[in-house]
């Protein structure tokens, strides 16, 4: 059963940084796809990044486009969100997930969109941006 705690949330202001952090346990997390999802208060759960296992293959949201990065490193079976240029729209509660991908290489993550497309999820971090 895989497990997935995040941290590294706050609060900052708008133009500045933070990052994220998500360890995974349970599996062999060079086997998992990965993502970052986001939830605002009254909206629904909506993807940030994704990324394949082997951390070859990235997507993002078009609204963090060139302001966040996704990565993981496999030695450490951790998985990150680089976010620089916070926005008060940013502000929500980050989800890490994980999903199993059964082939040798890398699971397409281009369908890999919605939160159902993961099973597994962390408890979340919250990150509040200031004006």
């Known amino acids: 059963q895989v497990q997935l705690v995040e941290s590294g949330g706050g609060s900052v202001q708008a133009g500045g940084s933070l990052t994220l952090s998500c360890a995974a346990s349970?599996?062999?997390?060079?086997?998992?796809?990965m993502g970052w999802f986001r939830q605002a208060p009254a909206k629904e759960r909506e993807r940030v990044a994704t990324?394949?296992?082997?951390?070859?293959?990235?997507m993002y949201a078009d609204s963090v486009k060139g302001r966040f990065t996704i990565s993981r490193d496999n030695a450490k079976s951790t998985l990150y969100l680089q976010m620089n240029s916070l926005k008060p729209e940013d502000t929500a509660t980050y989800y890490c997930?994980?999903?199993?991908?059964?082939?040798?290489?890398?699971?397409?993550?281009?369908?890999?969109?919605?939160?159902?497309?993961?099973?597994?999820w962390g408890q979340g971090t919250q990150v509040t941006v200031s004006s």
């Open positions: 349970g599996y062999a997390y060079s086997r998992l796809s």
């Open positions: 997930a994980a999903a199993i991908c059964p082939l040798i290489g890398d699971c397409a993550i281009s369908t890999m969109k919605s939160p159902p497309s993961f099973p597994a």
């Open positions: 990324i394949s296992t082997s951390g070859r293959y990235t």
